[in-house]
């Protein structure tokens, strides 16, 4: 698979985000797959939030992208120039995450833009992007993720803590979706989004019997440097690797790799300042 189109780069400025259907192949995403669900270091490094409707809101959040496969998955060319491309010049690893919405009790997410998080981690302009790769099907019954499309030109939008959530102003977000087109975004295994840092999203309970789990990947323009030291990590040259090497490197996971990946815990309080986990999906 090759990096996005001109045409593809034109449509994620206009809309905010953009789909590239099989992107990965399904033996790539059959890997990601099996590594995560038996990944132990994984799994007990997730953390989750309760949405109020019953459900909990679970992920694993690391810095660094590591020498696994989700590492080869964050650093593979197809990814990372596309990434250079949307942003117009070199990015770096800002964090990845992957998101474990399991079989009825996945909860829901309100609605929010990543941005409206990051904006607290001294960072001067939304310059980041993130990728979503599906490793499940996601479908309105398992809880896929819901955009506003073009709702990125509305700017950063204020984020208000409630419980375990901080979600987007809703006067706002209701007077958007009076004007704007709501998406549903149904994805395949192998599937991708690029979406904006300032793109509202959000994503319902998973009340399906089938899990709903996707790698988010986020990465931050190089010359937009946090200009003061957060949870997340400053400028980090991002060394790319080949997109084989997904394949090569098989079922790497985290409890197989000696790289540092920093992973972001429960008691950075900086994390947990507007109610985050980092804009969940």
Not at 160 to 169: K, P, T, Y
Request: proline residues 4%.
């Amino acid at each position: 698979m090759a990096i996005l189109t001109d045409e593809q780069v034109a449509t994620y400025h206009e809309d905010g985000s953009v789909l590239v259907k099989r992107m990965f192949d399904a033996e790539e995403v059959d890997l990601l797959g099996r590594a995560a669900r038996e990944d132990r270091e994984l799994d007990r490094r997730s953390r989750g939030r309760e949405d109020g409707e019953g459900g909990s809101v679970r992920l694993s959040l690391w810095n660094h992208p590591g020498n696994g496969i989700y590492g080869m998955y964050a650093r593979c060319r197809r990814i990372v120039d596309s990434m250079e491309k949307i942003l117009g010049g070199e990015v770096y690893h800002y964090h990845s995450k992957m998101i474990l919405k399991d079989p009825e009790i996945g909860g829901a997410w309100t609605w929010h833009q990543d941005y409206g998080y990051w904006y607290q981690n001294s960072i001067l302009f939304p310059l980041l992007s993130s990728v979503m790769i599906a490793v499940d099907p996601a479908n309105g019954e398992n809880g896929c993720l819901q955009v506003i499309r073009r709702s990125h030109q509305m700017g950063r939008v204020n984020h208000h803590l409630s419980g375990e959530q901080a979600g987007a102003d809703m006067e706002r977000v209701n007077e958007a979706l009076n004007v704007l087109e709501l998406d549903h975004v149904e994805m395949e295994p192998g599937d991708a989004l690029f979406f904006h840092c300032n793109l509202l999203h959000r994503s319902d309970r998973n009340r399906s019997p089938n899990p709903r789990w996707s790698l988010i990947c986020c990465y931050n323009a190089a010359r937009n440097n946090p200009y003061r030291e957060s949870h997340h990590p400053c400028y980090t040259p991002l060394s790319k690797v080949p997109d084989t090497a997904i394949k090569e490197v098989g079922v790497r996971r985290f409890e197989d790799d000696d790289a540092d990946v920093a992973w972001m815990g429960e008691n950075d309080v900086s994390a947990r300042s507007l109610g985050e986990p980092e804009g969940m999906s």
